[in-house]
């Protein structure tokens, strides 16, 4: 393997462990301690502080990844480097969907929301926010199965180049 293939196929690795493992940190230990340790409207303020970093973040990581991908020099033709090229535009895509769209009105109709711990939880807009808040979750946790389904593919994307 020569030095440069060795040095994309480091960096293509890390680029998907930073993925996965950010992911897994913010979703299952940072959030939850924040919403243990605050009460509903302040751990809300403080997590949707941390949202446009963390939204950046991922859509960085995700292109930094398929640029990555492509100067492996593995084979295209390949069943393993089609499902890598599928799943990384596909984490891409979504990650620009969440930061430039969804996140946006997320914080649109939050604003809209003076207190959820006194709020009706039927009016409009904590209804609409928890139908957000579920499809960010829900595309949330799909990035963290792309990047993992990454990490696997990514040891038989070695095994052919």
């Known amino acids: 393997m020569q030095p440069m293939t ?5 960096l ?19 959030t ?7 009460e ?5 303020e403080i997590v949707g502080k941390l949202f446009p970093g963390y939204f950046t973040y ?17 084979d295209q033709s390949t069943r393993s480097f089609r499902a890598s090229l599928v799943l990384l535009i596909l984490g891409v895509l979504i ?11 997320t914080v649109e109709v939050k604003q809209q929301v003076a207190s959820f711990e006194r709020a009706a939880p039927d009016s409009p807009a904590r ?13 949330n946790l799909a990035l963290l199965a792309d990047g993992i389904a990454l990490l696997m593919l990514s040891r038989n994307i070695s095994k052919e180049s």
């Not at 939850?32 to 605050?38: D, E, G, L, N």
């Not at 509903?40 to 809300?44: I, K, L, S, V």
């Not at 991922?58 to 593995?74: K, N, R």
């Not at 209804?127 to 595309?139: D, I, Q, Y």
């Open 40 to 44: 509903r409207d302040q751990a809300g």
């Open 6 to 10: 060795f040095t994309f196929r480091l």
């Open 32 to 38: 939850p301690a924040i919403f243990r340790s605050f």
């Open 58 to 74: 991922l859509l960085a990581i995700s292109a930094l990844a398929l640029v990555l991908f492509f100067l492996l020099g593995t």
């Open 12 to 30: 293509y690795s890390v680029s998907l462990a930073l993925w996965t493992g950010g992911m897994t940190l913010f979703t299952f230990i940072v």
């Open 127 to 139: 209804k609409e926010f928890r139908k957000l808040h579920a499809v960010s979750a829900v595309l």
């Open 95 to 105: 990650n620009a969907y969440v930061l430039f769209s969804l996140h946006p009105r």
